[in-house]
């Protein structure tokens, strides 16, 4: 197929219509990925500190807060230029590498989230042969088996929808080079382009929450039969921290990328982009220090080592 691309830059409209709030969306979207970094930094510098938590549960928990950290960096930063600039254009090329970028890091948080599932039913329902079965090597293995089926899919997509010509409008009705909204721009953009999309998406989204619901289906039935009442408590709140962040992580992916669209369907996607590009990476680590007493005392230990060492650094100078 040829291409009949006749734009070179895009123009990335976003919250154009809502002038009056842009220095309060930039302000609460700052502190926000401020607070995003703090957290995810403060949670991946705990866990290489504190010996006690060098197990593949927290290893994949470190590797969940690197990869939302990115993935935030590759949208939020952009957004808070773009809320400040009178000029919102963006290069095909630039536009191309967000695209890559961003839905390969979401679908690899995806398949980490389904390694931690897995991780879950491993200790629960062989917790002898816990330590064989879920090596240092094994866990690295999964961790770049989810980065590279992310990155293959990310690239598939990208692929698709740059072949596409963009001959008419070159005004992107959202606030990132988001899959539907410059696709929708191409002018043989057909339905078989959509369908394939749709099945890419689906496979990132369905498929590894298919595996996330399968590891739960034998942990319940592994718990059950558990003949103590305190041990069944126990298992369940190993459990309930990754739960809450799954269908928070899901339940909007799902929303923006799996519904039906339509042509006013624009404004909500974009409302959902902004709960899961700023509210979904800010919830995930409160979510795993409030509900994880592991990880509340080890962060109080490192906070405490660190106010120390300031101390004593101020009590040195002259």
Known sequence: MVNHTTVSTFLLWGFSSFPDIHTFLFVAVFFSHVTILAANVSIMVTIKLSHNLHTPMYFFLCGLSFSESCTTMVIIPRMLVDLLSESKTISLPECATQMFFFFGLAANNCFILAAMSYDRYTAIHSPLH?????????????????????????????????????????????????????????????????????????????????????????????????????????????????????????????????????????????????????????????????????????????????????????????
């Open 130 to 318: 816990y330590p064989i079965l879920m090596t240092r090597k094994i866990c690295f293995q999964l961790m770049m088996a989810s980065c590279v089926v992310g990155t293959v899919v990310s690239l598939c997509i990208v692929i698709i929808v740059f072949n596409l010509s963009f001959c008419n409008s070159s005004t992107i009705q959202h606030f990132f080079c988001d899959i539907a909204p410059v696709a929708d721009l191409a002018c043989d953009y057909t339905s078989h382009h959509k369908v394939a999309i749709f099945v890419l998406s689906a496979f990132v989204l369905v498929g590894s929450f298919i595996l996330i619901m399968i590891s739960y289906v034998f942990i319940v039935s592994t718990v059950v039969k558990m003949p103590s009442v305190r041990r069944r408590y126990k298992s369940f709140s190993t459990c309930s921290s990754h739960l809450t962040v799954v269908f928070i992580h899901y339940g909007f992916a799902c929303f923006v990328y799996l519904r039906p669209k339509n042509s006013d369907s624009s404004h909500e996607d974009m409302l959902m982009a902004v709960t899961y590009t700023v509210l979904t990476p800010l919830l995930n680590p409160i979510v795993y220090s409030l509900r994880n007493k592991q990880m509340q005392i080890a962060l109080r230990k490192v906070l405490g080592s660190v106010i120390r060492f300031s101390l004593s650094l101020q009590v040195k100078e002259p």
